[in-house]
């Protein structure tokens, strides 16, 4: 049916069977569902209908329209449209062309259970034109030509065919004929007696005398196969593949083995039924090979590297993306590993392939590493002085281990650990020579052996490390090392007339190393506090008292400059 405006649109419909129809008209027709709810009542939810059917119904065409209503178990009314016949459900609508309209619209109205009322509205568009082309779909070059019958509804219009190279259109009748290998459409205009038009479109593939095509894939890697499949028309002929290094060739199927790199052209041959000149086609296939593979010297365990992390070459150059890498994940359990990673041209056995090897490191692991180093013991040199330079000493213990790091360089070793330096004391006491007594006292009473009680330690940490990857060794730590010392004794009576009242040996000190680290060296630190004995006391010889008191250093307070020690290089 044409309807004025400046757009088209083209929709068919059938009328029974076999029977289609196709409308195209210069506006835009809308032939969509309308359906408008009229709810009865506030509570929509409580009741809700649907109207479904064709969209399009033909002049005398009876069709379906079938309603459904929510909650179910209500009941269904439908409008008093012309030709509509209700049953419950579902109404029967004989298509008639309306007055004013080109739509005929039902609406159906649906009461729930519970008394709701609600409803839905369908517009159907009325076709009142159609034709339809029938004939072959296919025909050869050369071939005579085929019939197309075009019959249009209703009977009696004009018939007007679209201008297609090769045909030959004589009112409902056209003659086609192939003049060159294609796809074509053939359109038809039906005008009724009454001035209505419709349309119709028929396609019909032209095949060539003989054609042959090759498809398949056009890169192989050496070493791997492709499959290429050929057709021909007319259907029905041979196949003749032309002899190549590689091409193992079937009937219309040949795989092709990549031997060596480079561009190889691979040739069909078809030879179509009931003729003997053959048409051909050719298929270019690249082969490549993989002529290397760089990429990390090291990695760290538990790394997944992608394609992208490596360098590939392929001959020819530019298809390193067809490349297969393996593996492409990388742990291990020792402290390093050397992988073999493969770079192949794809699944076959006789794949060619390029390696390189990736060491995997695992910096968790660590070996035992000697670290020699003597810390000197100034805490000993005045003890010396009083003899007891054997009862204090400085013991160092080293714990290091060495590791693999992964640098931007490659693969190094890295140390961490600690030194520790500890002071061990004995604690006594011992016997030293005593004080000299003065004069008025001393051939009364003795006090030249003297009590020496010696404490204290220190356990200091040093830790030092080696960053293969940033070349620097580091050290941090330090402490006390300090040791207490204390005199005492008793002051005796010399002869048995000395009554001795009141009597006291004192002194103490403290020796203290300290040790600390200053970037790569050890600083050491010597504080001696110097030690005086006192000896204090008060006689009486028979009927006279005699106080005295009486001192002795042993060695002087001292604060010994500072030493710096090189600490070990742990590279």
């Known amino acids: 049916m044409e309807k004025e405006g400046t757009g088209e649109i083209a929709a068919d419909s059938r009328q029974g069977p076999g029977l289609r129809i196709r409308f195209i008209s210069k506006i835009v027709v809308l032939s969509t ?32 329209l079938s309603a459904s209503g929510t909650p179910d178990g209500g009941s269904y009314s439908w409008s008093a449209t012309p030709n509509l016949i209700p049953s419950g459900a579902t109404a029967q609508l004989t298509g008639y062309k309306p007055e004013s309209s080109e739509y005929i619209w039902v609406t159906v109205k649906y009461t729930s259970p519970s008394g709701r009322k609600c409803s839905a509205v369908k517009g159907i568009w009325v076709c009142i034109c159609y034709v339809k082309i029938t004939g072959p779909t296919e025909v ?36 086609f004929t192939g003049q060159s290998p294609g796809d074509f459409t053939i359109e038809v205009t039906y005008k009724t007696p ?4 419709c349309y119709d479109t028929h396609a019909i593939i032209v095949l060539g005398e003989c054609s042959v095509s090759i498809s398949g894939p056009s890169v192989v890697g050496v070493g791997n196969s492709i499959e290429l499949s050929a057709s021909g028309s007319p259907t029905g002929g041979t196949f003749i593949w032309t002899p190549e290094s590689g091409l193992v060739p079937g009937t219309s199927f040949a795989t092709f083995f990549g031997e060596d790199p480079g561009a190889v052209i691979i040739e ?32 760290n365990s538990g790394t997944i590297l992608t394609r992208e992390d490596f360098t590939i070459v392929t001959d020819p150059t ?8 393996s593996p492409l994940s990388f742990s291990t359990l020792s402290q390093s590993e050397g992988v073999t990673v493969t770079a192949y041209s794809g699944t076959g056995a006789a794949s060619d392939e390029a390696t390189t090897t990736i060491i995997v490191v695992n910096s968790n692991v660590k070996n035992e590493k000697a670290i020699s180093f003597e810390i000197p013991n100034y805490v000993k040199k005045p003890l010396e002085l009083i003899g007891l330079g054997d009862k204090a000493d400085i013991s160092v213990k080293e714990n290091f281990k060495d590791f693999k790091e992964c640098c931007d360089f490659g693969i190094a070793t890295s140390v961490g650990g600690s030194l520790n330096a500890n002071l061990s004391v004995e604690a006594g006491p011992f016997t030293i020579i005593g004080i000299p007594m003065p004069p ?16 204290g330690g220190g356990n200091v940490g040093i830790d030092g490390s080696y960053e293969s990857c940033g070349d620097r060794t580091g050290w941090a730590g330090g402490g006390d090392l300090t040791a207490e010392v204390e005199l005492g004794g008793e002051v005796t009576a010399q002869v048995p007339q000395a009554i001795i009242l009141k009597g006291e040996i004192k002194g103490s000190t403290s020796i203290t190393e300290k040790l600390s680290t200053d970037l790569t060296d050890l600083k050491i630190t010597t504080n001696w506090g110097g030690l005086t004995g006192l000896v204090r006391g008060k006689i009486k010889i028979f009927r006279k008292e005699i106080t005295f008191e009486v001192k002795k250093t042993y060695f002087e307070q001292d604060n010994l400059l500072p030493i710096m020690l090189p600490l070990p290089n742990l590279d």
């Open 318 to 325: 530019g298809f390193d993306d067809q490349v297969i890498v």
């Open 33 to 64: 569902i309308i359906i408008v709810f009229a709810l009865q009542n506030a509570h929509s939810w409580e009741c809700e209908v649907t109207l479904d059917g064709p969209n399009v119904v033909k002049v005398g065409q009876t069709i379906t």
């Open 194 to 197: 009454e001035g209505e038009t």
């Open 440 to 455: 008025k006292a001393k051939k009364w009473v003795a006090a030249d052996l003297l009590n020496v009680a010696l404490s």
């Open 268 to 299: 069909v041959a078809y030879t179509p039924p009931d003729s003997e000149k053959p048409c051909y086609d050719t298929h270019n296939v690249t082969v490549f090979g993989v002529e290397s593979i760089t990429g990390p010297s090291c990695v």
């Open 140 to 175: 050869k070059v050369g071939d005579p030509p085929i019939t197309l019958t075009a019959e249009g509804d209703p009977s009696g219009g004009s018939y007007e065919w679209s201008d297609t190279p090769g045909l030959v259109p004589n009112g409902s009748e056209a003659q």
